[in-house]
């Protein structure tokens, strides 16, 4: 139990263009998920909690109109990382709250940007 | 601010030669103390929660434990398929369901 499942698992992108990564949580609801990024030898830095039916909320630094969250339903989240450059190029991962204590994470999203 | 140092950064082990990581912590209201593994590449894998000191727990031969500053987590006659980086996490009581993770530990078993 408690499976979630990221898409893409990697994506190589032109500078300039956006991209969507999706969290779905397989087996379970959950009301709330968080996005992440993590850079290489580095540990996970919390960049949004997102809520089902509301705005997400994003951390200090983190550029809410360039990294656009939708918590559409109960079992999935997206992320779109707009007008991506170089810089954003990272390994990006969700987890997602059952309720409870326990946070459960997804696989990560390897993206570049060229 | 919420703090999580974790040491050492890496730690190469002979398997069977057994060890602790260590995880000291800086919250205000500590709801909850986790413990993950991830493999390169992909995301963490949940092993412990911890919620008072002087708790422990184990799952096959890891062992958390936890104190009023920092937990422990015992790797008991390391097999390579324990190497991985192990990440320590809080949860404080001001900030709801978010986890500030530690830097992490990267374990090497070899043969």
């Known amino acids: 139990g408690a499976v979630v499942s990221q898409h893409p698992s990697w994506v190589i992108c032109k500078s300039g263009t956006s991209v969507k990564i999706e969290c779905r949580s397989l087996?379970?609801?959950?009301?709330?998920m968080f996005w992440y990024r993590q850079f290489p030898k580095q540990s996970l830095m919390l960049m949004a909690t997102s809520n089902e039916g509301s705005k997400a909320t994003y951390e200090q630094g983190v550029e809410k109109d360039k990294f656009l969250i939708n918590h559409a339903s109960l079992t999935l989240s997206t992320l779109t990382v707009t007008s991506a450059h170089p810089e954003d190029s990272s390994f990006y991962i969700c987890?997602?709250?059952?309720?409870?204590?326990?946070?459960?994470f997804g696989p990560g999203t390897r993206l570049t940007v060229l | 601010e919420d703090q999580v140092t974790q040491s050492p950064e890496a730690l190469r082990l002979q398997e069977g030669e057994s060890s602790s990581l260590n995880c000291s912590y800086t919250v205000s209201g500590l709801r909850g103390l986790f413990w993950y593994r991830q493999d390169p590449g992909k995301g963490p894998e949940f092993l412990f929660t911890?919620?008072?000191a002087g708790e422990e727990k184990e799952k096959e031969r890891l062992k958390a434990t936890l104190t009023k500053k920092e937990s422990f987590l015992h790797i008991t006659a390391p097999k390579p398929e324990d190497s991985a980086t192990y990440l320590c996490a809080v949860q404080a009581g001001a900030a709801g369901n978010k986890l500030t993770f530690g830097g992490g530990t990267r374990v090497l078993v070899k043969p």
């Open positions: 987890s997602a709250w059952p309720g409870g204590d326990t946070q459960y």
């Open positions: 911890l919620y008072s």
């Open positions: 087996d379970f609801q959950a009301t709330t």
